[in-house]
């Protein structure tokens, strides 16, 4: 048995992410229209191959293709029925990648916003979010999941609801990261939420580790926002960059920067006191590959204040 997820981070150990998913599954043929969750069981091979990439490249933490997995997400595909077999069975498959790969991963549960607004912005009550997470997230423990990662929250009450719903099923390590854009005066989510703000709420639920991902910011970003989170007492801190900052090109998103250079952003980011190092949108095993490098090459202390090597 492999040392816990919190007790390597909290020795300071810096252990790294996973990319991005949909632009692997796009490779693989997917495209918008269906549930990635249901094409990812429809084509299990290929979800097969990006998992096993990932932790071929040194990825320690592999999430579950699961962000849309949520009763609210699902059911416009008509699979609203399908959440608890859905999300059990990525976990399931991802479970297997691991046991096949030889390698010490932990097998993280993903899990994203609903899509709706809470109360009073919107209908959705916070008891009816936590039992709609909750139901994901049971499904994802019952199908192996090692920890639950929320991420890509904008709205605070809504990501807190996530990690009261992961406290109240299971007592598995809970990441918690929003999705945070510049501002005049630092960063916000498009809710308006602080890193502070974030940092506080999200600990008080119960999360054991905060941080960012995705958003209109990149890896060079990540330094001042892990620095935020530090300030406002938060002891471990996650970051999962976008490769550079989103471009439209015809009617396609990109995002271009080059595995080198998110690599560049490493040395600042552990300084920075990041404890759990991965990449969000436009990030590819590539991207991974080379984070890992960094890390595994630097000073890899994963305490704020850390002079990389």
Known sequence: MHRGLLERLQSGEVLVAD???GVRLAAYGYRPGEAPERWSLDHPEAMRAIHAGYIAAGADVVLTNTLGGSRPKLAPYG????????????ALLLGDVIARSGREVFLAGDVGPTGALLAPLGALEEREAIAIFREQIAALVAGGAGCVFIETMMDLGEAAAAVRA?????????????AFNPVRDGYRTMMGVTPAAAAEALLAAGADVVGANCGQVQAADMPALIRAFRAAGAPLVAVEPNAGLPQLVGEETVFSQTP????AAVPDILAAGANLVGGCCGTTDAHIRRIAAAIRGGAATGAPGAEPA
């Open 19 to 21: 990319g991005a998913n």
């Open 260 to 263: 080198e250079e998110m690599a």
């Open 166 to 178: 992961a406290r109240e099923c299971c007592d598995l390590p809970v990441i918690a990261t929003m």
């Open 79 to 90: 699979l609203g029925e399908e959440v608890a077999a859905i999300n059990r069975d990525l």
